[in-house]
C-alpha cells in the first residue's frame, strides 16, 4: 500500500521559464512525509514530545520528467526496508500516470534529547509495516 499526498505547482515552485526547480521535489516529498505521519497519527509534536524525532541521512533522487506551473502532482510514499532504527522510503512524484521523480530517503530514528539513534517503538513500526512494498 502506498500513501498518496495530492499538491499544485505554485509560482514560488518554479524558475524563470514554469519548470520546478529542482530542490522543491525535496519540499514536495517532506510535505508528503509529513502528511503520511499524520495519517498515521503521529504527528511530529506528539513525537518530539515523547522525545522522537525522524531525521533524513541519505537521499537519492532521480529526476525523469520535468514538472511545470499548475499542475497537479501526487507524491506516493511507501516503505521499501525497515530496520532497527532506521527505514529506507521511495516516493514517487508523479503527474497523472507521467512519473516525474523517484526519491529513495533514508530516515534514523533518534532521541532528541540524547542527539542518538534509538529503536523505532513497535506500536510505529507496525504502523509504518502497511505501507511496506
Known amino acids: 500500500m502506498k500513501n498518496t499526498f495530492d499538491l499544485r505547482v505554485y509560482y514560488e515552485d518554479t524558475d524563470a521559464g514554469g519548470i520546478v526547480y529542482h530542490a522543491n521535489y525535496l519540499c514536495?516529498?517532506?510535505?508528503?512525509?509529513t502528511e503520511f505521519l499524520h495519517k498515521l497519527g503521529l504527528?511530529?509534536?506528539?513525537?518530539?514530545?515523547?522525545?522522537?524525532?525522524?531525521?533524513v541521512t541519505h537521499l537519492e533522487i532521480d529526476y525523469k520528467q520535468p514538472a511545470f506551473l499548475e499542475d497537479k502532482l501526487t507524491v506516493e510514499t511507501s516503505v521499501l526496508?525497515?530496520?532497527?532504527?532506521?527505514?529506507?522510503?521511495q516516493q514517487d512524484i508523479k503527474r497523472s500516470d507521467t512519473l516525474i521523480a523517484v526519491l529513495k530517503v533514508s530516515v534514523a530514528f533518534v532521541c532528541v534529547s540524547?542527539?542518538?539513534?534509538?529503536?523505532?517503538?513497535?506500536?510505529?513500526?507496525?504502523k509504518f509495516k502497511q505501507f511496506a512494498q
Request: a positive charge; aromatic letters at 2%.
Open 28 to 33: 514536495f516529498a517532506e510535505r508528503a512525509r
Open 43 to 55: 504527528t511530529n509534536r506528539k513525537m518530539l514530545a515523547q522525545d522522537i524525532g525522524i531525521v
Open 81 to 89: 526496508k525497515m530496520g532497527a532504527a532506521s527505514m529506507i522510503l
Open 114 to 126: 540524547a542527539k542518538k539513534p534509538i529503536r523505532i517503538p513497535e506500536e510505529l513500526k507496525a
